[in-house]
Protein backbone atom coordinates (compact mmCIF):
# COMPACT_ATOMS: atom_id res chain seq x y z
CA UNK A 1 0.00 0.00 0.00
CA UNK A 2 1.21 3.46 -0.85
CA UNK A 3 2.33 5.74 1.98
CA UNK A 4 1.23 9.27 2.31
CA UNK A 5 3.84 11.54 3.23
CA UNK A 6 7.44 11.93 0.87
CA UNK A 7 10.17 14.57 2.04
CA UNK A 8 11.88 17.14 -0.31
CA UNK A 9 14.57 19.17 -0.09
CA UNK A 10 14.63 22.44 -2.14
CA UNK A 11 18.12 22.53 -2.89
CA UNK A 12 21.19 25.29 -2.46
CA UNK A 13 20.58 26.42 -6.66
CA UNK A 14 16.64 27.07 -5.83
CA UNK A 15 17.36 28.49 -2.52
CA UNK A 16 19.98 31.03 -3.96
CA UNK A 17 17.87 31.28 -7.50
CA UNK A 18 14.92 32.73 -5.37
CA UNK A 19 12.71 29.85 -6.22
CA UNK A 20 11.67 28.31 -2.69
CA UNK A 21 7.78 30.51 -2.77
CA UNK A 22 7.07 29.16 -6.17
CA UNK A 23 8.01 25.75 -5.60
CA UNK A 24 6.26 25.26 -2.73
CA UNK A 25 3.04 26.82 -4.26
CA UNK A 26 3.56 24.60 -7.07
CA UNK A 27 3.67 22.07 -4.26
CA UNK A 28 0.11 22.97 -2.67
CA UNK A 29 -1.54 23.13 -5.50
CA UNK A 30 -0.29 19.98 -6.38
CA UNK A 31 -2.75 19.37 -3.56
CA UNK A 32 0.45 18.55 -1.12
CA UNK A 33 -0.11 19.24 2.49
CA UNK A 34 3.34 20.90 4.13
CA UNK A 35 3.55 19.17 7.62
CA UNK A 36 6.66 20.30 8.44
CA UNK A 37 9.09 22.36 7.07
CA UNK A 38 12.39 24.06 7.94
CA UNK A 39 15.50 26.27 5.93
CA UNK A 40 18.80 24.91 7.15
CA UNK A 41 22.56 24.02 5.95
CA UNK A 42 23.35 20.58 5.80
CA UNK A 43 27.16 20.18 7.07
CA UNK A 44 29.54 17.86 5.42
CA UNK A 45 28.81 15.50 7.45
CA UNK A 46 24.62 15.08 7.12
CA UNK A 47 25.63 15.75 3.41
CA UNK A 48 27.43 12.34 3.84
CA UNK A 49 25.51 10.39 6.07
CA UNK A 50 22.16 11.51 4.17
CA UNK A 51 23.59 10.16 0.27
CA UNK A 52 25.79 7.38 2.28
CA UNK A 53 23.56 5.25 -0.21
CA UNK A 54 25.79 7.07 -3.28
CA UNK A 55 29.21 6.87 -1.64
CA UNK A 56 30.94 4.76 -4.08
CA UNK A 57 29.26 6.59 -7.01
CA UNK A 58 31.39 8.68 -8.91
CA UNK A 59 29.54 11.69 -8.36
CA UNK A 60 29.37 11.48 -4.35
CA UNK A 61 31.82 14.09 -3.49
CA UNK A 62 30.33 16.54 -6.27
CA UNK A 63 27.29 15.90 -4.46
CA UNK A 64 27.85 16.73 -1.01
CA UNK A 65 29.80 19.51 -2.23
CA UNK A 66 26.57 20.44 -3.65
CA UNK A 67 24.25 19.93 -1.05
CA UNK A 68 26.96 21.76 1.61
CA UNK A 69 27.25 25.46 -0.49
CA UNK A 70 23.83 27.28 0.75
CA UNK A 71 20.80 26.61 2.73
CA UNK A 72 18.20 23.96 1.44
CA UNK A 73 14.77 24.25 3.17
CA UNK A 74 13.21 20.82 3.83
CA UNK A 75 9.84 19.05 3.92
CA UNK A 76 8.01 16.70 4.94
CA UNK A 77 4.69 16.48 2.53
CA UNK A 78 2.02 14.80 2.85
CA UNK A 79 -0.95 13.31 0.35
CA UNK A 80 -2.72 9.74 -0.63
CA UNK A 81 0.18 8.50 -2.78
CA UNK A 82 2.75 10.91 -1.62
CA UNK A 83 5.59 9.65 -3.04
CA UNK A 84 4.85 8.71 -6.57
CA UNK A 85 3.24 11.90 -7.22
CA UNK A 86 5.66 14.07 -6.10
CA UNK A 87 8.01 12.06 -8.34
CA UNK A 88 5.74 13.01 -11.42
CA UNK A 89 5.39 16.66 -10.31
CA UNK A 90 9.28 17.09 -9.70
CA UNK A 91 10.08 15.31 -12.95
CA UNK A 92 13.12 13.64 -14.32
CA UNK A 93 16.38 14.57 -12.59
CA UNK A 94 18.13 15.67 -15.74
CA UNK A 95 15.33 18.81 -16.86
CA UNK A 96 16.37 18.75 -20.08
CA UNK A 97 14.06 15.55 -19.86
CA UNK A 98 11.52 16.67 -17.53
CA UNK A 99 8.21 16.90 -18.32
CA UNK A 100 7.07 20.91 -19.21
CA UNK A 101 5.33 21.73 -16.20
CA UNK A 102 7.31 20.16 -13.44
CA UNK A 103 9.12 21.70 -10.78
CA UNK A 104 12.61 20.12 -12.63
CA UNK A 105 11.52 21.20 -16.23
CA UNK A 106 10.67 24.91 -14.46
CA UNK A 107 13.72 25.28 -12.40
CA UNK A 108 16.37 23.27 -12.55
CA UNK A 109 19.80 24.15 -14.52
CA UNK A 110 21.47 21.08 -14.97
CA UNK A 111 21.39 16.92 -13.93
CA UNK A 112 23.60 18.25 -10.75
CA UNK A 113 21.57 21.23 -10.08
CA UNK A 114 18.09 19.89 -10.17
CA UNK A 115 16.21 22.25 -7.83
CA UNK A 116 14.54 19.61 -5.66
CA UNK A 117 14.83 16.20 -3.72
CA UNK A 118 12.00 13.54 -3.49
CA UNK A 119 12.26 10.27 -1.90
CA UNK A 120 12.15 7.48 -4.14
CA UNK A 121 10.13 5.13 -1.66
CA UNK A 122 7.81 4.88 1.47
CA UNK A 123 10.54 3.83 3.59
CA UNK A 124 13.05 6.18 2.71
CA UNK A 125 10.67 8.86 3.12
CA UNK A 126 10.24 7.92 6.47
CA UNK A 127 14.06 7.15 7.15
CA UNK A 128 14.38 11.13 5.39
CA UNK A 129 12.01 12.56 7.32
CA UNK A 130 13.62 11.81 10.71
CA UNK A 131 16.35 12.81 9.80
CA UNK A 132 15.31 15.78 9.39
CA UNK A 133 12.56 16.45 11.60
CA UNK A 134 12.04 15.45 15.29
CA UNK A 135 8.41 13.53 15.67
CA UNK A 136 7.87 17.23 17.77
CA UNK A 137 8.19 19.00 14.46
CA UNK A 138 5.95 16.79 12.06
CA UNK A 139 2.88 17.78 12.44
CA UNK A 140 -0.46 15.52 10.95
CA UNK A 141 -3.75 17.41 9.60
Known amino acids: MA ?14 NGH ?12 FRIVAMKLTQLTQNDAERFYAVHKERPFFGELVEFM ?23 GATNPAEAAEGTIRAKYATSIGENAVHGSDSDENAKIEGDFHFAGREQFDY
Open 68 to 90: TSGPIVAAILEKDNAVADFRTLI
Open 20 to 31: IGAITNQITEAG
Open 3 to 16: GNKTLTMIKPDAVR
